[in-house]
């Protein structure tokens, strides 16, 4: 499945809305390594999916049959950006956990572990959000439920690989940088899930 990339204005404008919304939530600094795993997510979500240019084709898009190649992006390409920001994912794990050499050695292999089950998971979560940019204009009362389901239960799953590991990580670190670890990584996930928000519109309710 292609998606339409969006406008290199809104592009802009999302990324700046981004950086605000990093700092109001207290998330990261927006030091040289934070700002590079913003910019992945935001490339990330805006090349995935764009359901309101998706969803209803421009007449000249509409005249010609399809959107030109140029204007597309395919699912290895999506793929590419998602490897990107789970390696960026890491680089700003490091950058804010005190770990000591040792403590290192032992962290980062369970890091990459839990990194890899959630894998499995996100590609439910994309998977969802390609059905949900299909089905938007059309949407009946089961594919709203269906909606309902997986999309809750992607973040019990996520939600529940994060603890765990908590077991695992604190028998290599201290509970107070399991707990850090624990605060980076929801961080992480909230401004994904916060540019997903922005980018996804409301389901059409109707009256």
């Not at 403590?103 to 572990?113: G, L, N, R, V």
């Amino acid at each position: 499945m292609s998606a339409v990339v969006a406008h290199p204005c809104d592009c802009t404008c999302q990324a700046h809305n981004l950086l605000q919304a990093a700092e109001t939530l207290g998330e990261i600094e927006m030091e040289n390594k934070s700002f590079d795993v913003v910019v992945c997510v935001f490339l990330l979500v805006l090349s995935s999916v764009s359901i309101a240019q998706t969803s209803q084709p421009s007449a000249s898009q509409s005249a010609s049959g399809a959107v030109t190649q140029s204007n597309t992006i395919s699912d290895s390409d999506i793929e590419m950006l998602r490897s990107d920001l789970r390696s960026q994912r890491k680089q700003i794990t490091a950058q804010y956990m005190p770990l000591t050499a040792d403590e290192a050695t032992k962290f980062w292999p369970i890091f990459d572990q839990y990194r890899q089950e959630a894998i499995k998971a996100n590609d439910e979560r994309w998977a969802l959000i390609k059905d949900y940019a299909t089905n938007y204009n059309t949407m009946s009362d089961t594919q709203a439920q269906d909606y309902i389901n997986r999309s809750t239960s992607i973040d019990q799953q996520l939600l529940a690989l994060r603890m765990k590991y908590v077991p695992a990580f604190e028998k290599v670190i201290s509970a107070k940088k399991t707990a850090l670890w624990c605060q980076i990584d929801r961080r992480i996930d909230l401004l994904i899930n916060l540019q997903l928000s922005e980018q996804i519109p409301m389901v059409k309710a109707g009256k």
